[in-house]
């Protein structure tokens, strides 16, 4: 078993499950409110539309071209909406559309359910919705990547100006330009590679300030992603995106803002 780094108060705000497969060919946005009214709960008090998500592939290859690169997508097809259901307490959220299964957990109080409870609530309801698309006649659904997302709040002890980065990251420096050491705004993003093609890794880091110097915060969001072929279960891409980005966070951000902030167990 894979030994974790964990944390009694972690920064995590949210966490993202997401199955992309090839899309259901006979799926319309209507069947969205069947599924709903048959298969969710009544806990599932609220729905909304959101824009379709383009599929995205990771590759490999050298032909592959630069991550953040934006890819021109067209399509000669009939494209469905994306549409949310969201708990009553507005913790989770189930997002389904023709080609994704996607489930959110978003932090609305102190508590953390952590991966592990996580990842059966996940299985749950995507299990409904194979059983939703069966029993419908809707298609074959067959994975072909999979995603995990961890966005993270961090504001240890009010240090949420851009000067206090250095505080929060390992070697985190902002370089002075041009005679000035005012920085106003920093939002950077990098990828990695994980392991040998099992996926991709991006990492962003981005001070942001809303209403007012009161509220700044810096947010750390993590996303991976990576294929699933011959069969390869969900579960082992979930585990090798959860993974690369719990052991990255413990590797970029200040060891004792871990122990005192976040309670790293020890």
Known sequence: MLNFPKYRTPPVTEVVLNIQFNPLESYSNAYAGWFWKEYLGTEWTTTRDAPHLPEKFEKFDA????????????????????????????????????SRFIYNWIKQDNDYPTYELLLPEFKKYFKL?????????????????????????????GQTKINDLSSIFNGFYI????????????????????????GRLV???????????????????????????????????????????????????DQNTQKNVWEKVE
């Open 203 to 253: 990492t962003q880091i981005k001070h942001i300030t809303r209403g007012g110097e009161e509220s700044e915060f810096v947010e750390l969001r993590f996303t991976a992603r990576g294929p699933l072929e011959r069969g390869m279960p969900y579960e082992d891409g979930f585990a090798i995106g959860r993974e690369a980005i719990v052991k990255t966070f413990a590797q970029i951000t």
């Open 63 to 98: 032909n592959s071209g630069n991550f953040f690169v934006n890819q021109l997508h067209i399509r000669t097809d009939v494209v469905t909406e994306r549409t949310q259901f969201f708990s009553n307490d507005r913790k989770h959220l189930i997002q389904i559309q023709s």
């Open 129 to 157: 919705f194979e059983d939703f698309v069966r029993d419908n006649k809707l298609g074959q659904i067959t994975p072909n990547q999979w995603e995990v997302i961890y966005v993270n709040n961090l504001n240890p002890q």
């Open 175 to 198: 370089p002075t330009i041009y005679g000035s050491d005012v920085c106003d705004g920093v939002d950077l993003k990098w990828s990695h590679i994980i392991g040998e093609n099992r």
